[in-house]
């Protein structure tokens, strides 16, 4: 071939790069739990941060399933629909992982992507609960334990049943002593709290003040955080603040099948979003903030094990029996 065909044909090479670079890394996102709950606000932040490259809104997905295990064992195991799909993960499917309730599949077998943002628990009750601290909560469960009904977007061992039994455990109750109604996801639980049909959620910060802008009658009596929240949840004071140690980070990302081609250019178009100064502002619409920033040479796999062998130090705590109050 000519010296100017070689150009040619290296231009159109280039092109077709372009065009492939270009188009959608991920044709939907799965919120592995019904509608309303985190994951799908993770699937949001996700299409947010692939519009930036003028991406078109990508759908979400909702897949309930043992708050993720249907949709992880499917991934592992290469039996999902045809087509390139990002799954929504946070802390809670991490904790899953910590304590096997993935059956034989371990975080080698997916593809983790680096967090998108950080989210914190939040301890919230319906807005006429007699309780108006976190205080007056304590002192309910420390007095009569059976009393009080925490909802949870998944069963025992479930994050939020995980951050639960953490706050009990700080008013001397042991975790077979918490009474938990499980549910399929936060959204789930969250309407449960509004119908009055528990009394008490160790929820999602980010979930919570969705909530509150669409006006729920809800009241937030802590945040476990290491300092005060910002936005709607700016007035609430930390769990430290009221003289309990509990914080509660939660990672918020999207793994994909460990084969997947697109997987680069979505962790490229990611990794780009991240780095632009509007992110913060989009987070803090979402009402997240930045994760904290890795070590240089850090992959996402190692913050995922870092952060399951943090879980597994917090089981370990509630194994112990809680000290009396």
Same mark, same amino acid.
Request: proline share 8%.
């Given at each position: ?163 639960? #039994?953490? %706050? *009990?455990?700080?008013?001397?109750? $042991?975790?077979? =002593?918490?009474?938990?109604? !499980?549910? @399929?996801? &936060?959204? /789930? ?32 009596? #802590?945040? %476990? *955080?290491?300092?005060?929240?910002? $936005?709607?949840? =700016?007035?609430?004071?930390? !769990?430290? @603040?009221? &003289?309990? /140690? ?49 070590? !240089? ?29």
């Amino acid at each position: 071939m000519s010296a100017p065909g070689l150009r040619t044909a290296a231009a159109l090479v280039l092109l077709m790069l372009s065009g492939v670079a270009a188009a959608a890394p991920v044709e939907r996102c799965v919120a592995p739990a019904q509608p309303g709950g985190g994951f799908e606000l993770t699937c949001l932040l996700l299409r947010e941060a692939l519009a930036q490259s003028g991406e078109p809104p990508l759908p979400v997905l909702h897949q309930p399933g043992g708050i993720g295990a249907l949709v992880f064992d499917e991934v592992a195991r290469g039996l999902r629909p045809p087509g390139a799909e990002a799954v929504a993960f946070s802390t809670g499917t991490l904790l899953n992982l910590a304590q096997g309730r993935f059956g034989r599949h371990g975080p080698d077998e997916v593809r983790w992507l680096m967090p998108l943002a950080l989210d914190h628990g939040v301890v919230v009750v319906h807005r006429d609960a007699p309780w108006r601290d976190l205080s007056a909560l304590l002192r309910a469960l420390r007095e009569q334990p059976a009393s009080v009904a925490f909802g949870a977007g998944g069963t025992i061992g479930s994050q939020d049943w995980m951050k639960a #039994a953490l %706050l *009990a455990r700080t008013a001397g109750v $042991g975790p077979r =002593a918490l009474r938990l109604v !499980a549910f @399929e996801g &936060g959204g /789930d639980a969250m309407r449960a709290l509004v119908g009055r049909h528990v009394q008490v959620l160790a929820g999602d910060a980010a979930e919570v003040a969705r909530q509150l802008r669409q006006g729920a009658p809800l009241r937030v009596l #802590a945040v %476990l *955080a290491p300092q005060r929240l910002g $936005g709607v949840l =700016a007035g609430v004071p930390t !769990a430290r @603040e009221q &003289g309990t /140690d509990l914080v509660w980070p939660i990672l918020r990302g999207v793994y994909v099948a460990p084969g997947l081609a697109q997987a680069d250019a979505l962790a490229h178009q990611l990794e780009r979003a991240r780095r632009q100064p509007a992110w913060r502002e989009t987070l803090r619409r979402f009402d997240l903030s930045m994760p904290d920033e890795p070590p !240089a040479g850090t992959a996402p796999r190692q913050l995922v094990q870092a952060e399951i062998d943090r879980l597994r130090q917090a089981l370990e705590q509630l194994r112990r029996p809680p000290e009396a109050r």
